[in-house]
């Protein structure tokens, strides 16, 4: 399965996007790339998924690069409760997911 | 529907006694998972299990024992605890990661804090 590689941290002002990268340069064809956010000790919570095409949902946008090489997850008017970590996870098949350190967002007022 | 549940939510353990994490989940989901998240650190992956009656090793299943008896519990046991197992237990479902996309999405429970002494 293809490893990802994300900024330790990031911070970003409430009401602007917030935009997370990954870099996931030996993701394979039929590899998806997943984001996940843990609040605060929490368990992490799915937030969206894509392969080739550019995705939204009601949490969140994906922007994958035509090279599939990379992502960015976009939280488009980030909250005080956006404040996560945030994990980027490529895989597909019979992958079995495995998390590494994620992207620590803070949202400050 | 109460998704996965786990229990206990918090123990303490003394070295060398055992104790066995229940995760169980109503959703009818195939795989079930067990992470372990320690301070500034992700998720590490301890063990899985692709159906009833089937467990895996993740990345570090040392001092740990599985069970898949029924196809909503998975059982995490501990045999002789040690201050190293210290952490926040994690457990997961999904319906299936043998196809791509949204089936791959994983529920996670709350977490259970076990603290060795």
């Known amino acids: 399965d293809a490893k990802t590689t994300q900024p330790p941290s990031m911070d970003c002002a409430e009401g602007r996007a917030a935009n997370l990268p990954c870099n996931h340069s030996t993701i394979s064809g039929n590899e998806y790339v997943y984001w996940y956010r843990q609040i605060h000790s929490q368990g992490p919570q799915y937030i969206i998924h894509g392969l080739k095409n550019n995705e939204t949902n009601e949490m969140a946008s994906l922007i994958i690069t035509e090279d599939r090489k990379s992502s960015t997850l976009i939280l488009p008017h980030a909250t005080l409760r956006d404040t996560a970590v945030y994990y980027c996870?490529?895989?597909?098949?019979?992958?079995?997911?495995?998390f590494g350190r994620g992207t620590s967002l803070i949202v400050h007022p | 529907n109460a998704g996965v549940t786990q229990t206990p939510k918090f123990r303490v353990l003394k070295t060398g006694q055992s104790m066995t994490l229940l995760c169980a989940q109503d959703?009818?989901?195939?795989?079930m998972y067990w992470y372990r998240q320690d301070p500034g650190m992700g998720l590490r992956l301890i063990h899985y299990s692709v159906g009833e009656g089937t467990t895996a090793k993740g990345e570090v299943p040392d001092g740990y024992n599985v069970s898949r008896l029924k196809k909503q519990n998975f059982l995490l046991g501990l045999e002789s605890a040690a201050p190293s197992q210290t952490s926040v237990y994690f457990c997961?479902?999904?319906?299936?990661?043998?196809?791509?996309?949204?089936?791959?999405?994983?529920?996670f429970g709350p977490g259970t804090r076990l603290t060795v002494t």
């Open positions: 997961a479902s999904s319906y299936s990661t043998r196809t791509s996309g949204r089936a791959n999405e994983q529920y």
């Open positions: 959703m009818n989901h195939e795989y």
């Open positions: 996870i490529v895989g597909g098949g019979s992958y079995i997911p495995t």
